[in-house]
């Protein structure tokens, strides 16, 4: 049977109501699986009826286009493929963006190569280059459009004000920013924008980059290459100050029959019909455990109790380092 759909905004695809981020399988959260392994996750993933995958030229860089194309490519003309492009790839550790129109173009060429497409499903700019006014942005992808290259446009961690600017002079189709129980910042000034103008949101990290699953050891150490070694809110400090939020769903779960994570992502799902969220996982049994949080519906007093006690938890630590944080929010 095939996965609940949903519409990601008034004029988007029509996708399975759960993406897959497919940044860790070799970028971010080391270690990392082999490739035979990364391939037959993909190839599972679409198997359970996941129809929206998500990469990007800065993941590895280029190595995560490259294993999401090989996987994919027999089943091309059944699914959406999301990647993106904005970062200067010779300073992309230290923050360094390039959204200027050349780059977009000679991007775009190397993605569609990668991915082993013809046409872009969903091309995001990653970071909002605050030296290349969003204007020029958007009308580069909207040219790309044009062209056949791209079928919709999209921005990723952007300001209200950028949003409406950049959907001016080419319709956003879909915002990806950062959104859970531990990151709702984007409720109040992001989501009547997105609610206006019928622009649909991806969340990455629904579950708190793994903190919520309900998993997490708040004592372990990270790998070289596991970015949450570098964030303050996977200092030990913090982790044991939001286990609070952890022991809520768990709760929650155990009352459900269900999974810490299964609760995070039914959360989210319950919040607007035009929200995908697309965790990303390296074991077959997450993917799994992940897919099963569509067959939970939360019912309105769960979700006002869930809301009740959320606002008494304070969440503790930032989630980027400062260098990161610069780049949302413009």
């Keep these: 049977m095939p996965l609940r759909q949903r519409k990601l905004g008034a004029h988007g695809p029509t996708v399975s109501a759960l993406g897959l981020g497919c940044m860790g399988l070799n970028f971010g959260y080391a270690p990392f699986p082999d490739r035979k392994e990364a391939i037959a996750l993909l190839r599972k993933a679409v198997d359970l009826g996941i129809t929206l995958f998500d990469t990007a ?48 173009r000679e991007v775009a060429e190397a993605a569609l190569r990668r991915l082993r497409v013809d046409c872009l499903d969903i091309f995001y700019q990653h970071r909002v280059d605050p030296e290349v006014p969003i204007e020029d942005v958007a009308g580069t992808v909207r040219d790309l459009i044009q062209e056949g290259k791209v079928k919709y446009f999209g921005l990723s961690e952007a300001a209200p004000a950028t949003i409406r600017r950049a959907h001016a002079e080419q319709p956003v189709t879909v915002l990806q920013s950062e959104y859970s129980l531990w990151m709702r910042k984007h409720e109040k000034d992001i989501f009547p924008v997105l609610e206006e103008l019928g622009i649909g949101l991806v969340p990455y990290s629904p579950l708190g980059r793994g903190y919520l699953t309900g998993k997490f050891d708040v004592n372990r150490s990270f790998a070289a290459g596991d970015i949450r070694g570098t964030i303050p809110r996977f200092e030990p400090e913090a982790l044991r100050a939001n286990q609070r939020l952890v022991d809520l769903l768990r709760e929650f779960a155990l009352e459900r029959g269900a999974t810490e994570a299964q609760i995070a992502l039914a959360w989210i799902l319950a919040q607007k019909p035009w929200i995908v969220p697309i965790p990303g996982t390296t074991k077959i049994n997450r993917l799994t455990e992940n897919v099963g949080s569509l067959e939970i519906e939360l019912r309105a007093e769960e979700l006002e109790v869930l809301e009740k006690a959320c606002a008494q938890i304070e969440i503790v630590g930032a989630r980027y380092p400062d260098n990161l944080e610069q780049l949302t929010g413009r």
């Design 57 to 104: 030229e800065a993941y590895g860089p280029y190595i995560n286009e490259e294993l999401v194309g090989e996987a994919l490519e027999p089943f091309k003309d059944k699914i959406i493929i999301a990647t993106k492009f904005g970062f200067d790839l010779k300073d992309v550790r230290t923050g360094g963006v390039n959204s200027h129109p050349q780059h977009i």
